[in-house]
């Protein structure tokens, strides 16, 4: 009902607005938010993700100007509203998108201090962004033929330590061997890697 | 805490390292500039491995489970299944970002297998010895990067797999691949 207040109360709000049963994409903001603070709703937390990412990423490249850093901002918010929602958290469903916006603005605000102290510091201290920029990658073409070098077991553990990330129980188990020897076999694949990029040699 | 050896920056890397001894390493990296050094570069060279691996830059036996992640986040990967004693077509299609050929033969109780490039004799002309291989499922995955299979000629590409073990070898299956540049065969109507 326009200019009602509503309280996340599930039964007399059921009586109040039957429609929010009808497909998830049919409900309104407020309708949406309901069925979300009733209990695990995949359809309705998915369609409200999806209403509000949009509008969230563009005002993070607004007032960021930065794709990454607005894409960071759309799971943060997301995810903040969906928690809040499932708590009950948001008392005001049919003013969600001011909601939303509240909480945009103070991430953004949070993280525009952070750039700003960051800036600070370098002026300060007349450090250079390249002081603590992260070390640049390999020759990623030596390093594609270095890694055709190495044995398919080895080349095997080194592609699913460092791109799949899996612990060494798991490397173990699915390659049929030991931990222990997932590990020796690491070691020495490394070890290789370093030689035939040129890398100084180290102590095992 | 000493400074770390190259194998224990490794381990605290790959998340190897009992959490006492991660802890430890840790605030020593806070202190120890050289160590700081050391594992920066362990760390570049591991991101570059990960670059390389999303790509699908590489040629491999591998783990069916690398195949099914690269596909589950995105890159498409065209799969052949070939059973031992077939021939199967194959090609690339624009768009394809890996090529995977899933050899699939009886692997119970096969404890080591390799993987034999053959000529058209059947005679064995590369080998690529200790292959990772699921011997529940019976299979071999093989994958081949596309950036050079766009290149190949029409050709047929022979595999056979053994086990090998001190006593000899044992067939395990014969695979042939044959590769059309014009791309891959259209697929079957259901």
Redesign the interface.
Same mark, same amino acid.
């Given at each position: 009902m326009p200019g009602a207040a509503y309280r996340v109360v599930v039964d007399e709000d059921l009586a109040a607005d039957p429609g929010e049963h009808g497909p998830a994409r049919t409900l309104d903001d407020p309708a949406l938010a309901l069925r979300i603070a009733r209990g695990p709703d995949r359809e309705a937390e998915r369609e409200l993700c999806r209403r509000f990412a949009g509008r969230i990423r563009l005002y993070g490249l607004r007032h960021l100007r930065d794709e990454a850093a607005a894409l960071d901002l759309v799971q943060e918010i997301l995810l903040l509203l969906l928690t809040r929602l499932r708590e009950g958290g948001v008392r005001e469903p049919d003013r969600l998108g001011s909601y939303v916006l509240g909480a945009c603005r103070l991430a953004v605000s949070g993280w525009k201090k952070g750039a700003r102290r960051r800036s600070e510091l370098v002026a300060r201290f007349g450090l250079e962004p390249s002081d603590f920029a992260p070390r640049p990658l390999p020759d990623v073409e030596r390093l594609d033929r270095c890694l055709e070098g190495l044995g398919a077991r080895a080349r095997s553990v080194v592609m699913m330590t460092f791109y799949a990330e899996q612990p060494t129980d798991e490397i173990a188990r699915e390659l049929a061997t030991t931990p222990g020897n997932v590990r020796i076999v690491r070691h020495r694949a490394i070890a290789s890697l370093r030689d035939c990029m040129g890398l100084a040699a180290e102590e095992p | 805490m000493s400074c770390g050896?190259?194998?224990r920056l #490794?381990?605290y890397w790959? %998340?190897?390292l009992p959490p006492e001894e991660e802890r430890s390493l840790e605030e020593h990296l806070f202190s120890c500039e050289p160590c700081g050094e %050391?594992l920066? &570069?362990?760390?570049? #060279?591991? &991101?570059?491995? =990960? =670059? #390389?691996?999303?790509a699908g =830059?590489? %040629? $491999?036996? *591998? +783990?069916p489970?690398?195949v099914e =992640?690269l596909a589950a986040g995105g890159l498409p990967v065209r799969t052949f299944r070939v059973r031992a004693g077939e021939a199967v077509p194959c090609g690339t299609a624009p768009g394809d970002g890996l090529l995977v050929a899933r050899l699939e033969t009886d692997l119970r109780g096969v $404890?080591r297998v390799d993987?034999l490039v053959c000529d058209e004799t059947w005679s064995e002309r590369e080998r *690529?010895?200790?292959? +990772?291989f699921d011997?529940a499922a019976g299979v071999v995955t093989l994958a081949e990067r596309v950036d050079r299979a766009r290149h190949f000629p029409a050709h047929a590409l022979r595999l056979r797999l053994v086990e090998a073990g001190p006593g000899g070898e044992r067939a395990l299956g014969r695979f042939e691949l044959d590769h059309d540049p014009r791309g891959p065969p259209a697929p079957q109507a259901v």
């Open positions: - | 050896t190259a194998g #490794l381990d790959a %998340r190897d %050391r920066a &570069e362990l760390a570049a #060279l591991a &991101e570059g491995v =990960r =670059r #390389l691996v999303l =830059r590489f %040629r $491999s036996v *591998v +783990p489970s690398i =992640r $404890s993987c *690529v010895a200790d292959v +990772p011997a």
